[in-house]
């Protein structure tokens, strides 16, 4: 929603125009003396519009977008608060694991990964590993399988976390375009209901305020299409670090007896 509003509140010259709205032309009589105040934007029938005009006759298209605009700032901050190093890979649980296995102190290792300060991506790979390999006969041929399968599925919830901003990014914009045809809809009625040739200005309210739900859909599916390719590629990165590191923590499981 923030991102509308600025949009919006900084475009007043072309919501004029999608409205048909015109400024006085000072070239002609009777129009302001030169240094004096700009006359108010009118439209039709001499209507100024304002900023809550616009939402108002937006409709529930607009009432939707801007709806979805405030899930999209609110899954941008909480992906910015859990999408980190810090959260997925934390550097003080990574070296505690790697100094319990290289002391072969599995049990303790394994207890650890399961207290709630330790949990994060990291930990839970490394405690399918671990419960892996106590847990079978042949732990050290196996551990890696579990370790490949809690990777997956670890990375698959991150993954997901993203897609509400693929959905609005999808959307918002067939949302706009609902609310544009609807005002080609109110248009074409106009010129319907009109004797003879309708007036532009009689055309210009219905199409130019309907357009006002397009502009409102792309304001809001342009940043949360930047922000899902942002975290994914932020995801697929910090998964490919947390791997690496989960390998040297279960290095010294790589023998075949305990």
């Known amino acids: 929603m923030s991102v509308l509003l600025l949009a919006l509140a900084f475009c007043p010259s072309a919501s004029a125009q999608a409205t048909g709205e015109k400024l006085e032309d000072p070239a002609k009589p009777g129009a302001a003396a030169a240094g004096a105040p700009a ?8 209507k100024e519009y304002s900023f809550i005009d616009y939402i108002i006759v937006s409709g529930l298209e607009g009432y939707t977008i801007i709806l979805l605009s405030f ?4 899954f941008m901050i909480e992906h910015f608060m859990t999408i980190r190093k810090e959260q997925i890979m934390p550097e003080g649980v990574a070296t505690r694991l790697q100094e319990l296995v290289a002391a072969g102190k599995l049990d303790e290792a394994i207890l650890y990964c399961q207290e709630p300060g330790s949990r994060s991506l990291l930990a839970e790979v490394v405690l399918a590993g671990l419960e892996r390999y106590k847990a079978s006969q042949f732990g050290f041929a196996e551990y890696k399988a579990a370790v490949e399968e809690a990777g997956e599925e670890q990375t698959s919830q991150l993954y997901r976390k993203t897609e509400v901003l693929s959905v609005i990014g999808a959307i918002a914009p067939m949302l706009g375009l609902l609310g544009t045809v609807r005002g080609m809809i109110l ?35 342009i940043p949360a299409m930047i922000a899902y390719s942002y975290f994914r590629n932020l995801i697929d990165s910090m998964v490919s670090e947390a791997g690496k590191r989960v390998e040297r923590i279960l290095t010294p499981l790589n ?4």
Do not use: H, N, Q, W
């Open 255 to 258: 023998r075949p007896t305990r």
């Open 187 to 221: 248009a074409f009625r106009e010129i319907a209901m009109s004797e003879g040739a309708p007036k532009p200005a009689d055309l210009a309210d219905p199409i130019g305020l309907a357009l006002v739900t397009t502009f409102e859909g792309l304001v809001v599916a």
């Open 71 to 74: 899930v999209m700032v609110g």
């Open 39 to 46: 006359a108010p934007v009118k439209g039709k029938g001499g």
